[in-house]
């Protein structure tokens, strides 16, 4: 594998060859939302879009960033300066990673990022996956999956901002071609389940809705400090320790918003695991109805959908689709379809007047299998 496109670039920015070259996928979630930092399970896959980083070291403690998306301006930082009070745009990510890695001397970074921005499909997660890799080659650190996944989710936390949890990092790192990852978000253990729905006769749809989503608008923040709210008012260490019945008996320690907001954890957690069975039994009609409930579940119990994506997953249920739901933080971004391959293009034309009856951007349609997680494409010679 190689990127030419990319490489040519970096000499016409950089005036040299890059000493190595990483790609890492965006992704979208099956099932199990808004229980990553809850230590629950999910079940994403990585898609086929991803973003590269081609990285090469200089002597002096410089680093220039430029992207390929953004006309190739080039930032120009000094090490020194690295830290999360910084300001900046985009090359946030790309610092945060390097300020996380801690990095011995300065670096050219060029990234041409494919992953679509504000989806909801994980482009950031992408670009810091691609950077880590990079980095993780270039400096022979010799960080395991798993540290890489803790240290780029730290990156966005603690360096961009974001509260996100640690699966889209860790899918888009440890992912593996045609697989779903089951990862259990407390110890980021993993077990590949083998994805494959065009077999028989389906096809999973991503809708990217084109409504506004963002992390950082406090409504993620707020979800996450009621779970923590809950965990504290009764005990335990983690959502992922609390039953059905636990639940109903604790009601009066907390709040309404806080029941209905464990409710949607604890039963998020249930079915994943139960997804991960059909899946394997290839009951592609059973996993519509848990991909069903756990939209409902979003929408109703942790009031994280919006009418764009609502409107996405009624439309395709309509058209005859075995499941559908939001996928990521909500608020906008995209929703999953599970539908007939051949129904493909019904289901499309079907979402798209929905929208247009009610006045909302046209969607974008995507489609994905399962691919592979973050890779070295390229290394100098
Ligand atoms: C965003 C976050 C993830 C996860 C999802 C919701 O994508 O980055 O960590 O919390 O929302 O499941």
């Given at each position: 594998m190689s990127n030419?496109?990319?490489?040519?670039?970096?000499?016409?920015?950089?005036?040299?060859?890059?000493?190595?070259?990483?790609?890492?996928?965006?992704?979208?979630?099956?099932?199990?939302?808004?229980?990553?930092?809850?230590?629950?399970?999910?079940?994403?896959?990585?898609?086929?879009?991803?973003?590269?980083?081609?990285?090469?070291?200089?002597?002096?403690?410089?680093?220039?960033?430029?992207?390929?998306?953004?006309?190739?301006?080039?930032?120009?930082?000094?090490?020194?300066?690295?830290?999360?009070?910084?300001?900046?745009?985009?090359?946030?990510?790309?610092?945060?990673?390097?300020?996380?890695?801690?990095?011995?001397?300065?670096?050219?970074?060029l990234i041409d990022g494919h992953v679509p921005l504000g989806a909801g499909l994980s482009s950031s997660a992408a670009l810091e996956c691609s950077v880590a890799t990079a980095l993780n080659d270039l400096f022979s650190y010799g960080f395991n999956l798993e540290q890489l996944a803790r240290l780029t989710q730290k990156a966005e936390n603690e360096y961009v901002g974001v509260p996100c949890g640690i699966m889209d990092q860790s899918v888009s790192l440890m992912a593996q071609r045609g697989s779903a990852l089951l990862l259990d978000c407390r110890d980021l253990t993993t077990k590949n389940v083998e994805f494959d729905v065009a077999s028989s006769g389906l096809e999973l749809l991503i809708i990217d809705t084109q409504a506004h989503h963002s992390l950082t608008d406090g409504g993620y923040a707020e979800r996450r400090a009621s779970c923590d709210s809950v965990v504290k008012k009764l005990g335990i260490r983690s959502m992922r320790e609390l039953t059905i019945a636990q639940l109903e008996t604790s009601k009066e320690l907390i709040t309404v918003t806080e029941y209905f907001r464990a409710?949607?954890?604890?039963?998020?957690?249930?079915?994943?695991?139960?997804?991960?069975?059909?899946?394997?039994?290839?009951d592609f009609a059973e996993l519509g109805q848990l991909l069903n409930a756990s939209h409902a579940s979003l929408r109703d119990d942790y009031d994280v959908s919006c009418p764009e994506l609502n409107v996405a997953v009624d439309a395709s249920i309509s058209a005859g689709a075995l499941g559908a739901r939001m996928v990521g933080g909500g608020f906008g971004g995209s929703a999953i379809a599970l539908i007939k391959a051949s129904h493909s293009h019904e289901t499309i034309k079907k979402i798209e007047t929905s929208f247009t009856q009610n006045s909302f951007k046209a969607p974008r349609f995507f489609t994905s299998l399962p691919s592979q997680g973050a890779e070295i494409i390229q290394r100098g010679l």
């Open positions: 030419s496109h990319l490489d040519k670039s970096f000499v016409e920015i950089f005036g040299e060859t890059p000493d190595v070259i990483a790609g890492a996928p965006g992704r979208v979630n099956l099932i199990g939302e808004h229980i990553d930092y809850s230590d629950g399970f999910v079940l994403p896959f990585a898609i086929a879009d991803r973003t590269y980083a081609a990285v090469r070291k200089r002597s002096d403690r410089i680093l220039r960033i430029a992207s390929m998306q953004r006309h190739n301006n080039v930032v120009t930082v000094n090490l020194n300066d690295v830290s999360p009070n910084l300001k900046g745009q985009w090359e946030r990510y790309v610092l945060g990673v390097i300020w996380g890695m801690q990095i011995p001397h300065g670096i050219d970074v409710k949607h954890a604890v039963t998020e957690i249930a079915r994943v695991l139960k997804a991960v069975e059909v899946i394997e039994r290839k």
